[in-house]
C-alpha cells in the first residue's frame, strides 16, 4: 500500500491496514506487545504509563515473552538430549538471565564481567560455559576457580595459556575446542562467524595439532566440540554443513580415543524484525538438525541469544521536536538514539516504529535521536503514526543486542529498563545519574 492511501482512509480502516501493511499483528501478538483501545501495551500494561511511572527513553520487557520464546525453542529439540545455555550476551541484565534460569537453562558467557553477571544472577558455575576467542589469563582463572562447566578454546596458544593456568591452580581444566568449519552463512557480514576469513575458532588444518596438546598437556581435558557460525541466520542448511562438519571431528576424536559428552552447535537461530522478511520458525531447524543429532551418546548444547530476548522488549521514547526542511523531508526527533540502541548503525538493521497512541493518519518520516552523528537513526523513509511532539514511539525489537551494546557517547545516560509480567510492572535497571557518568574518574 502507498503511503498516500493512508490520509484517504476512515480511521478503523486505517488502523487496520496499517496492522495489515505491516503485519503488525503477527509481530506483535506473538510477543505480548499489542494494542488495546488504540493504545500500546506490554503485556497488560499501558506503555504510556510505564513512560509516566519511570520515564524515557525506558527499555521495557515482557517477562512472559521471555519466557515463551525460551520454552519454544525447548520443545522444538525436546526429543535430544540437550543442554540450552542462554548466550548472555545479548540481553545481560541480572533479572533476563535469573527470569531463564528458572526456567532451566544454562548460560554461555564471553567473558569475565559475563561470567560475574551470571553467578551474580545465581546460576550455578556448573551450567556456566566460557567463550571468547581473546580470554585473558585472568579470565581463564576466573572459570578455573568457580569451576565453569568448560571453557571453550579457540586456538592452540589459548590452550596451552589454560594448562598453564590450570597447573598453576592445581586443576584440569575441561575445555571444549571450537572449530570453525568454514561455512560462511548468509547474515549480515559483521554477524557471520564460522568462516575461515574470520576470526572465530580453530581451522581443520590444525586440529592434528590440537588432538596432539591434549595427549602433552596434563591439565588439560577434552570433554566436548563446539562451533557457532553466525547470528540470524535463515536457512537451516548452513547449520546442517556445519555440524556434519563437527560430526566429522567427533568421530576422529572418537577414533583417537577421547570421550566427547558435549557437543555445542552454538546460537544464531533467527527472529523477525522486518515483517516483510519472517524468521524461519525454529520447527523448522530442528527438522534438519535432530535427525542429525540423535543417537550419539553425547549431550547437544544450544546457545540461542536472540531468539528468546529479541522480540521481548521494546525501547520506548518520547517525540521532543517534528522538524520538516526546506526540501518537505519529516523528521521525528525522540529522546532515545544510537547510545541506547545501535543495530540500525552498525548493522544497517530494521527495527518497526510503532506510535504507542493510535492517531488517524500517517505520515513518511525519518526517526532520528539526539546524537550528533548522522547516522544516529532508527527508521529512514518510513509510514508513522501522526504523532506528536511529546507522543511516544516504540522501537520494536530491541532485547538483544541493544542494551548490552549501550554507550555513555555524548554523556548520554544509560536508560532504564522495566520487566513487565502480566499487570505489574518492576524496574531491573535504574536510569544512570549524571554523578555515576563520572564516577571513575580520578
Ligand atoms: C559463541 C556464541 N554463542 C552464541 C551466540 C548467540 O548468538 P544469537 O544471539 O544469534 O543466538 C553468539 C553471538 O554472537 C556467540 O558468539
Redesign the pocket.
Known amino acids: 500500500m502507498q503511503a498516500w492511501m493512508f490520509f484517504v482512509l476512515s480511521r478503523n480502516a486505517i488502523i487496520e491496514s496499517f496492522h495489515q501493511h505491516h503485519n503488525i499483528s503477527a509481530v506483535l501478538d506473538s510477543h505480548l506487545f499489542s494494542y488495546a483501545d488504540g493504545a500500546l501495551r506490554c503485556e497488560s500494561v499501558a506503555l504510556a504509563t510505564l513512560a509516566d511511572r519511570f520515564g524515557t527513553p525506558l527499555y521495557v520487557t515482557s517477562r512472559q515473552s521471555l519466557v515463551g520464546q525460551f520454552r519454544d525453542f525447548e520443545a522444538a529439540f525436546s526429543t535430544l538430549p540437550h543442554f540450552t545455555c542462554y548466550?548472555v550476551?545479548?540481553n545481560f541484565n541480572l533479572s533476563v538471565i535469573r527470569t531463564l534460569a528458572a526456567e532451566g537453562c544454562g548460560c554461555?558467557v564471553?567473558s569475565g564481567g559475563e561470567l560475574y553477571r551470571a553467578l551474580r544472577a545465581g546460576v550455578s558455575p556448573d551450567r556456566i560455559i566460557m567463550?571468547g576467542v581473546g580470554k585473558s589469563e585472568q579470565e581463564i582463572e576466573y572459570g578455573l576457580v568457580t569451576g565453569v562447566l568448560m571453557l571453550?578454546a579457540e586456538s592452540v596458544s589459548e590452550l596451552k595459556a589454560i594448562d598453564r593456568v590450570a597447573g598453576r591452580l592445581g586443576k584440569v581444566a575441561s575445555v571444549a575446542i571450537?572449530i570453525n568449519p568454514n561455512v560462511t552463512a548468509e547474515t549480515h557480514p559483521y554477524?557471520t562467524?564460522g568462516d575461515s576469513k574470520e576470526k572465530?575458532g580453530i581451522d581443520e588444518a590444525e586440529l592434528g595439532e590440537v588432538f596432539g596438546l591434549f595427549r602433552t598437556l596434563p591439565h588439560l581435558s577434552l570433554q566436548g566440540l563446539?562451533m557457532?557460525i553466525?547470528?540470524?541466520?535463515f536457512d537451516p542448511e548452513y547449520y546442517v554443513a556445519a555440524t556434519q562438519k563437527l560430526l566429522d571431528v567427533l568421530a576422529t576424536s572418537r577414533l583417537l580415543g577421547f570421550d566427547i559428552k558435549w557437543f555445542d552447535i552454538?546460537?544464531?537461530?533467527?527472529v523477525t524484525y522486518d515483517p516483510q522478511k519472517p524468521a524461519t520458525p525454529i520447527a523448522r531447524f530442528a527438522e534438519k538438525l535432530v535427525p542429525m543429532l540423535e543417537g550419539l551418546g553425547v549431550t547437544v548444547i544450544f546457545?540461542?541469544?536472540?531468539?528468546?530476548?529479541?522480540n521481548s522488549s521494546v525501547l520506548l521514547t518520547r517525540v521532543l521536536y517534528r522538524k520538516r526542511n526546506h526540501a518537505g523531508k519529516e523528521f521525528f526527533i525522540v529522546d532515545a538514539g544510537m547510545t541506547e540502541l545501535i543495530r540500525p548503525a552498525l548493522y544497517q538493521s530494521h527495527h518497526e516504529v510503532l506510535s504507542v497512541r493510535l492517531h488517524d493518519d500517517s505520515v513518511v518520516a525519518d526517526v532520528v535521536g539526539p546524537i550528533c552523528e548522522s547516522s544516529d537513526f532508527f527508521a529512514r523513509q518510513r509510514v508513522i503514526d501522526n504523532a506528536g511532539e511529546g507522543d511516544l514511539l516504540a522501537v520494536l525489537s530491541s532485547g538483544?543486542?541493544a542494551s548490552v551494546m549501550g554507550s555513555n557517547y555524548n554523556g548520554r545516560l544509560r536508560p532504564a529498563e522495566v520487566m513487565v509480567d502480566g499487570s505489574e510492572a518492576v524496574l531491573m535497571r535504574r536510569r544512570e545519574s549524571y554523578e555515576q557518568l563520572v564516577q571513575n574518574e580520578v
Do not use: C, L, M, V
Open positions: 548466550s550476551k545479548a554461555d564471553n567463550a571453550k571450537r554477524i562467524t572465530f563446539d557457532h553466525g547470528s540470524q541466520i552454538g546460537g544464531g537461530f533467527p546457545e540461542p541469544g536472540r531468539f528468546i530476548t529479541a538483544a543486542y
